[in-house]
């Protein structure tokens, strides 16, 4: 801290003599922390180990070695689910921090070794048979039990994924993206499934005051999952009237979802809904324009996203007032 | 030279400062609210959300009235001139000045889309301006003036990207200047690229905190952290003989040339990493240290880039395994603070936070892991060779 600078706010009487001193004594004895480089290198270490560890099984899978290997991978596993069992703290229905961030990497790590000693077992010795529902089924149900007895939301998120490759699609935003393939009904219908039961996952935590705050990845994956499929719904029926009624869906899922980012004052979700919002009235009015089969369209299309673009604008710092207000 | 009310900046500065005194708790509330009440800020700076929105949205506004005017001119064939796109940059330029200066955006995601397009577009009628004069590209000459563009930039609107670019675009001009100048340039590029990088890292270290630079301070955090790391990077071994000239012509054969002074290179690729390691913690400076642990990085991929002692997985697990010890050991040792260190997260609440960014990450790295997943219920996958069941 600047102590001229105090000095000064001192002088003009902005602060007492006693809070002076305790800006000097503060600023004498500043901490340097080392709390973000530690937190970098254990997920790097967790990262490389058990990455480390797939290719090992990956290279290994037919050789006599393997049976050597799925001990090993056990045994961390085991290891790190009994270290973290020693250490917990009692399960509670709120928050509960955790002991320190190497508690959390090291179950993470557990999970993971879990993960792929499951893998292993069902691809070598096909435990669960030919019932792949099995297979990815007690994976996700070990993870959400994880998270919520141990209050890790990064595992909380692995769970929510591995339910959605047990309903049969993938969930993180990034191969959402990537491997866009909403070409088929099914797939529609089950990201939409998912992302509005998450979504009710999300208001379900908050109303029974169960581990409230994992309320936001709920809620991140329900949103994007849910508005993503709704517009994929639109076009995939884009000739067909019941277009529609994916878009009045949508609005109102924008609504809900603009209420309930207002009562919890969240910028990010405000974000969210103003844009898929807006791309869905977009959407609409460039249908509507070049429905009209004119030369003018291309012009007017250009000076509705010209003039809307402003209007959102002012929607937003509007919205952010607002919602500072609440 | 800075487009901003100094009164303001200057009073974002206190404001930060009685922030962080109100966090360490050595000022109460009410004296906070009343150093805010004496020291008031105009500026319009929306917290992050707000600003990635706002910034989306004038990337829309600018396109689309672009379009719109190429639209409009389209028949005069005048599109592909550069008159085109420095006119429209400069016009660019200008609404952003006036955004700034009527409005008082700061960091706004208003200003900061207005100064990336108009920056760009006026870059990009020079480069057609520099095509149309002579054949062979330019490059240090197109280098310059990017230097020149963002420099002006950097220090009108106190950028830190811009800052970033402008230097980087610095060291290239020295780069492509030097390397015409003499037959034996590049084979003294290591050495002139070391002198340079750390004369720029020696002199932005003396200019924080002074009068002049009071505004920069984030600016000349940047040029240290793009100083230090191309320091690092003149000398790694990888670089240095991709780029020196015994490598031409042969760069894509198998073998290529070892490189002169090969000790020192490899002295330097391996030690200069731990050597920041050991400064950033001595002088308890963040930024050399974390830039150290970047670079221990680099330097482990170049040494395995040359020497394969074991194989990857092999590597990656023992690697991870220390890793976790260290950190391990790291937190029991400052479990009390030690010697001014703690483990302890001194800011509480941060963005970071807020997000849930670890979480995310969390699921965004990790939700691959899973074999079984894909291959169970879409088939077909011809997963792991030798192993297959039959059933798959």
């Known amino acids: ?326 | 030279m800075i487009i901003y009310n100094n009164i303001w900046l200057a009073n974002l500065l206190i404001r930060e400062e009685a922030q962080k005194a109100r966090k360490a708790e050595a000022i109460s509330i009410n004296e906070q609210k009343e150093i805010e009440d004496k020291h008031p800020v105009g500026f319009y700076s929306p917290n992050i959300f707000i600003r990635i929105g706002l910034f989306i949205l004038t990337c829309i506004i600018v396109s689309f009235s672009i379009g719109l005017l190429m639209l409009m001119v389209s028949d005069t064939n005048v599109i592909d001139k550069w008159g085109f796109s420095f006119f429209v940059g400069i016009l660019t330029y200008i609404a952003l000045e006036l955004m700034v200066r009527k409005s008082n955006h700061f960091k706004s995601g208003v200003d900061d889309a207005l100064m990336w397009i108009s920056g760009g577009l006026v870059l990009t009628a020079f480069i057609i301006l520099q095509a149309d004069v002579s054949n062979n590209f330019p490059y240090s000459r197109i280098s310059f003036f990017l230097c020149l563009l963002a420099l002006f930039y950097a220090v009108r609107f106190t950028d830190m990207l811009m800052t970033a670019i402008g230097l980087l675009a610095l060291i290239a001009t020295i780069f492509f200047v030097w390397k015409d100048l003499f037959s034996w340039g590049m084979a003294t590029m290591p050495f002139l690229m070391m002198i340079v990088c750390s004369g720029i890292y020696f002199l932005s270290k003396r200019s924080i905190g002074k009068k002049a630079s009071l505004y920069y301070t984030s600016c000349l955090y940047v040029v240290q952290i793009v100083s230090l790391l191309v320091l690092y990077l003149a000398g790694n071994y990888y670089v240095v003989q991709s780029l020196s000239p015994a490598s031409e012509g042969i760069y894509n054969s198998a073998e290529p040339a070892p490189v002169p002074f090969g000790f020192f290179f490899w002295a330097w690729t391996i030690l200069i990493p731990f050597i920041y390691l050991g400064l950033g913690i001595k002088n308890k400076d963040v930024i050399i240290l974390r830039t150290g642990l970047i670079l221990v990085a680099a330097a482990a991929f170049t040494f395995r880039n040359y020497y394969h002692l074991m194989p990857i997985e092999g590597a990656l697990s023992i690697v991870g395994i220390i890793l976790l010890g260290i950190c391990y050991m790291v937190m029991k040792y400052l479990k009390t603070p030690k010697h001014g260190f703690t483990y302890e997260d001194l800011e509480d609440g941060n963005f970071m936070d807020k997000l849930k960014v670890e979480s995310l990450i969390v699921s965004e790295t990790f939700s691959g892991t899973q074999p079984q997943g894909e291959n169970t219920r879409f088939g077909g996958g011809d997963f792991g060779g030798g192993g297959a069941s039959g059933n798959f």
Not at chain 1, 173 to 178: G, S, V
Not at chain 1, 285 to 311: E, N
């Open chain 1, 1 to 326: 801290m600047n102590i001229e600078l105090f000095k000064k706010l001192f002088e003009e009487g902005s602060i007492s003599e006693e809070s002076f001193e305790k800006v000097k004594n503060a600023s004498r004895t500043t901490l340097f922390s080392l709390h973000w480089e530690v937190k970098t290198l254990l997920y790097l270490g967790v990262m490389l180990l058990s990455s480390g560890l797939g290719i090992l099984i990956y290279k290994n899978i037919d050789t006599i070695g393997h049976q050597v290997i799925l001990l090993i991978i056990a045994a961390i596993s085991g290891g790190c689910f009994f270290y973290c069992l020693k250490n917990k703290k009692p399960f509670s229905k709120e928050l509960i921090k955790s002991p320190n961030s190497f508690f959390d990497y090291i179950l993470l790590l557990g999970c993971l070794s879990f993960l792929s000693f499951v893998g292993y077992l069902q691809f070598q010795y096909t435990v669960f048979g030919t019932n792949y529902g099995m297979a990815t089924f007690i994976p996700m149900v070990a993870l959400f039990y994880i998270a919520y007895e141990f209050d890790h939301l990064g595992i909380l998120a692995m769970g929510i994924t591995n339910l959605a490759i047990w309903m049969g699609v993938s969930v993180t935003p990034k191969q959402l993206l990537l491997n866009a393939d909403f070409n088929s009904q099914t797939v529609i219908y089950t990201y939409l499934f998912l992302g509005l039961l998450l979504l009710l996952a999300a208001y379900l935590s908050v109303y029974f005051n169960f581990k409230k705050h994992f309320r936001f990845t709920y809620q991140h994956f329900g949103v994007h999952l849910s508005f993503i499929s709704l517009l994929a719904g639109y076009f995939f029926y884009y000739d067909s009237a019941f277009s529609f009624l994916f878009m009045v869906a949508l609005f109102a899922l924008a609504f809900y979802i603009y209420k309930d980012a207002m009562k919890h004052q969240s910028f990010y979700f405000l974000l969210l809904v103003v844009i898929y919002t807006y791309i869905a009235i977009s959407t609409l009015v460039v249908r509507g324009l070049f429905a009209m089969k004119d030369d003018a369209s291309i012009t007017l299309s250009f000076m509705y996203f010209i003039a809307s673009a402003i209007g959102i604008i002012f929607l937003l710092i509007n919205l952010n007032k607002k919602i500072k207000a609440v």
